[in-house]
Structure formats: structure tokens, C-alpha cells
């Protein structure tokens, strides 16, 4: 569903990062757009709770996939958990969990959740890729959303290897991995594609005065032949 607000101030925020993502305001302040990975982001990253609709915004994976379901901000609907792409390669080593490809450390693609905490918001894992604790690891820097937990976060993908777990990701340690589907913990709520209708943007005022001249030319002219 395409959305636009009237009179909206769009603001540009731009993270020095691998892929100079830049987060776009949406819904007066309520989204954000990630121009590079073409994603909406919900502001407030703990919304289930904010909203009055769960207690703490602690859901098992069932109960976090219906809540985005239905969610409605502002008149938008569509939302839904972010994806991950399992491609059966969890590393059977701990040195393959520290610079992993689906499950571990430092896994900037294969995760909307991951690129996010990695290539958008520039956060550190707890393990570098050879397995070193490094300082000033976790969620650090969480831009403009409020309430984005130092926590695990459902993604809406299941685990391919077991039909009871489901994929997640860790905003503590930077870590993706799979859990089981009962267990209780937080959403994010995401759609594909901008809410913003870059097609009802406002003409800017020099074009109005453009075509205000131009109509009265037209209007001069019609005269002048009657």
C-alpha cells in the first residue's frame, strides 16, 4: 500500500558505512526507508509493547509473525519480520561461527536483520573474524529508531534443518541463529519497498509558476482571437 503525508519534511540520515545506506523518514517520523536494501523499518523497534499490545513486546515466533501481520501505522498496512536466507551453512566450527554465513558472527548478507545492525547502523560483533572479543561490541549505535532492544529479535524465516525452530538475531552480540519457535522474545516490524509514493511528492513552486504562466498565455491568447 503506497502512502504519502502531506507537507511530510523528508529527512536524510546517512550512516558512514560499507554500503552508504541512508535512512529516509517516513509516515512523519513513524518508518523509515533504507534506500539501499529498498526496506521499511518501523521506528519504534519494540512497537508491541509502546502499542499497549503486548505487556513487554515478548512474543513467541507465531505470535510475532500474526502482530505484523495485522499491524496498521498510520493507515499502512503490510508489514511483516524481517527475512533471512538460510542457506544451510551454519559452520561446524567455532571459526566458521565467527565470520558465518547463515549462523554466527559478522554475517553482513543472507539477514535483513543483520545488514541492518552491521551495514546500516556500523554495530560490532562481540567475536571479530578470528574469534577476539572486541571492544565497544553490541548495539552501540541504534540511529534513529527508539526503543531497538540489546536482544534477540525473530526473523520470519524458519530453521530448514527443524520444523520447531526458527532463524533470529542477537542485538547484544551481533550473532544470527536459530531458536526454538516457543520461545518468547522481541519483534520488528518491516515491509519491502518504500511507503513513501515518490509519485505524490509535491511539485516544486518554480514548476507551478511555470504552468501559471503558461495557462495564462493561453488565456491571453484566446482573447485576443475572440
Known amino acids: 500500500m503506497k502512502f504519502?503525508?502531506?507537507?511530510?519534511?523528508?529527512?536524510?540520515?546517512?550512516?558512514?558505512?560499507?554500503?552508504?545506506?541512508?535512512?529516509?523518514?517516513?509516515?512523519?517520523?513513524?518508518?523509515?526507508?533504507?534506500?539501499?536494501?529498498?526496506?521499511?523499518w518501523l521506528a519504534d523497534a519494540n512497537y508491541?509493547?509502546?502499542?499497549?499490545y503486548d505487556a513487554n513486546g515478548h512474543m513467541t515466533w507465531a505470535e510475532a509473525n500474526d502482530w505484523a501481520a495485522q499491524l496498521t501505522?498510520?493507515?499502512?498496512?503490510?508489514?511483516?519480520?524481517?527475512?533471512?536466507?538460510?542457506?544451510?551453512?551454519?559452520?561446524?566450527?567455532?571459526?566458521?561461527l565467527y565470520e558465518g554465513v547463515d549462523w554466527?558472527?559478522?554475517i553482513t548478507a543472507h539477514s535483513e536483520l543483520s545488514n541492518m545492525f552491521y551495514n546500516v547502523l556500523g554495530n560490532t560483533a562481540y567475536y571479530d573474524t578470528s574469534g577476539n572479543i572486541q571492544s565497544?561490541?553490541?548495539?552501540?549505535?541504534?540511529?534513529?529508531?527508539?526503543?531497538?532492544?540489546?536482544?534477540?529479535?525473530?526473523?520470519?524465516?524458519?530453521?530448514?534443518?527443524?520444523?520447531?525452530?526458527?532463524?533470529?538475531f542477537d542485538m547484544n552480540y551481533g550473532s544470527q541463529l536459530g531458536g526454538?519457535?516457543?520461545?518468547s522474545t522481541f519483534a520488528w516490524a518491516v515491509q519491502s519497498g518504500d511507503v513513501g509514493d515518490i509519485s505524490a511528492v509535491p511539485v516544486p513552486a518554480a514548476v507551478w509558476l511555470f504552468g501559471s504562466g503558461l495557462l495564462g498565455l493561453v488565456s491571453l491568447a484566446r482573447r485576443e482571437k475572440a
Do not use: C, H
Request: no cysteine; aromatic share 14%.
Open 48 to 52: 508491541a509493547r509502546t502499542s499497549g
Open 136 to 168: 565497544g561490541y553490541g548495539l552501540s549505535n541504534t540511529g534513529p529508531f527508539s526503543n531497538l532492544q540489546s536482544a534477540k529479535y525473530w526473523s520470519a524465516t524458519e530453521y530448514v534443518s527443524s520444523t520447531n525452530y526458527a532463524w533470529s
Open 73 to 96: 501505522v498510520d493507515g499502512v498496512g503490510g508489514w511483516r519480520l524481517a527475512d533471512t536466507v538460510d542457506v544451510d551453512n551454519d559452520g561446524g566450527t567455532y571459526t566458521n
Open 4 to 40: 504519502f503525508k502531506s507537507g511530510l519534511v523528508i529527512t536524510a540520515i546517512t550512516f558512514s558505512t560499507a554500503t552508504n545506506a541512508a535512512l529516509v523518514e517516513r509516515l512523519g517520523g513513524l518508518a523509515y526507508y533504507d534506500t539501499v536494501a529498498d526496506l521499511t
Open 104 to 106: 554466527g558472527y559478522n
Open 180 to 183: 526454538s519457535m516457543d520461545y
